[in-house]
């Protein structure tokens, strides 16, 4: 399991080296500190700058084992916050979906509702990373690339969408994609997303958010 903030601080690779406000430096950062069971729209990141907290879009999120989790989903799920800005750099650790029939864990950005957003994701089913627009309800394939990720384990996903529509996706700080689509550029919500059937493997940690 990764280290949680407190151990990373030190490290940082944004440079927070702040005492006084060690999330100084973010938009939004949550370690998902809360007691089991604790509904995701009930429960308070550690930074976040619109104070909005927690919007569930679609399945069941909550809080367990110190780790956002989906305990209940059919098709996609998701959950966003507002971020402020819609050029953004959001980072998390996502464990590989273990539960019967989950395909997808990954970060959403440039959402304004489920059928606006776009979005990355890892899928160890067909061991593939990709990435999709969702325009009014429409998936279009912005770029798929393989990538062999094992159930069970964590990797740390980051997404940046940034001015004109530059975009890349890294897992484990190496890049796998990058393009360029100016679309939803006037959205701030950022978050999580599962999809495919019912989980519990308490599945994201240490959800960050800078402005690029």
């Known amino acids: 399991m990764r280290k949680h903030l407190a151990s990373m601080i030190p490290n940082d690779p944004v440079g927070v080296g702040n005492a006084a406000d060690p999330y100084a ?25 619109e104070a909005g907290g927690w919007a569930v879009r679609a399945g069941t999120w909550e809080v367990n084992n110190n780790r956002g989790n989906v305990s209940a989903v059919a098709g996609t799920a998701t ?7 819609a050029n953004v ?23 304004a ?23 009014a309800g429409g998936w279009a394939s912005l770029g798929s690339v393989a990538f062999d990720s094992t159930r069970g384990t964590d990797y740390e996903l980051e ?36 999809h495919n059937g019912t989980n519990d493997d308490d599945c994201f940690d240490d959800f960050r958010a800078v402005a690029l």
């Open 113 to 135: 509702d489920i059928n606006n957003m776009i979005l990355s994701r890892l899928r160890p089913k067909i061991d593939t990373v990709d990435v999709y627009s969702v325009i």
């Open 159 to 194: 997404f940046s969408y940034g001015a004109g529509g530059a975009w890349s996706y890294s897992v484990d700080e190496i890049e796998k994609l990058s393009g360029t689509n100016n679309i939803l550029g006037t959205n701030t919500n950022i978050g999580l997303l599962q």
């Open 25 to 49: 430096a973010y938009l939004v950062y949550d370690t998902f500190t809360d007691t089991n069971a604790t509904a995701l729209a009930d429960h308070t990141p550690d930074k976040d700058t």
């Open 79 to 85: 959950a966003v916050i507002n971020c402020g800005v």
């Open 89 to 111: 750099v959001v980072t998390t650790t996502a464990k590989a979906p273990n539960g019967a029939g989950v395909d997808v864990s990954g970060i959403v950005v440039r959402e």
